[in-house]
């Protein structure tokens, strides 16, 4: 019956809308304004009843889709996590060194400096960072701590 719900849960706001539509039904005629149903009090009652049943059902699904979607979201962002992580442990002691330096922002000459290696040196190690994290720039690099 659940996924018969989940199937159809876009037309219950429809139906509980139809149903409240029909009990509150009105007809006018000599100047008078009355319910049609209104000799059929319970059936009003019943028609109502059911509306508020049939979209306090359709919250309660979308609630739980919202939940399911939050839960996916969230594994998939550990997942990207873990994977980012086991790509950055492949890098070497000299390769971390320099993420760690351009993720604090330093410039290259910066880094050139603190590390007192050469430009081509920090090139090369740019170069081979950016290959094993399989990313194209350091905007790239950058955006990896906010995933």
Do not use: C, W
């Not at 539509?21 to 019943?46: C, F, Q």
């Amino acid at each position: 019956m659940e996924n018969t719900l989940l199937k159809y849960h876009k037309y219950l706001l429809i139906v509980a809308l139809i149903l409240s539509s029909i009990a509150i039904s009105i007809r006018g005629s000599d100047g008078e304004v009355k319910l049609i149903l209104s000799n059929y009090p319970v059936l009003i009652t019943l028609l109502i009843t059911i509306s508020l049943i049939l979209v306090a059902i359709y919250f309660h699904i979308n609630s739980k889709k919202i939940s399911n979607l939050s839960i996916q979201i969230k594994e998939q962002s550990q997942s990207k996590d873990y994977g980012r992580d086991i790509l950055i442990e492949g890098l070497t002691e000299r390769q971390r060194k320099v993420y760690d330096l351009i993720i604090l922002g330093k410039s290259n000459k910066d880094i050139m400096t603190e590390l007192f290696i050469e430009q081509s040196t920090l090139k090369s190690h740019i170069n081979q960072i950016y290959k094993k994290l399989k990313i194209k720039n350091r905007r790239e690099l950058k955006s990896t701590i906010n995933l």
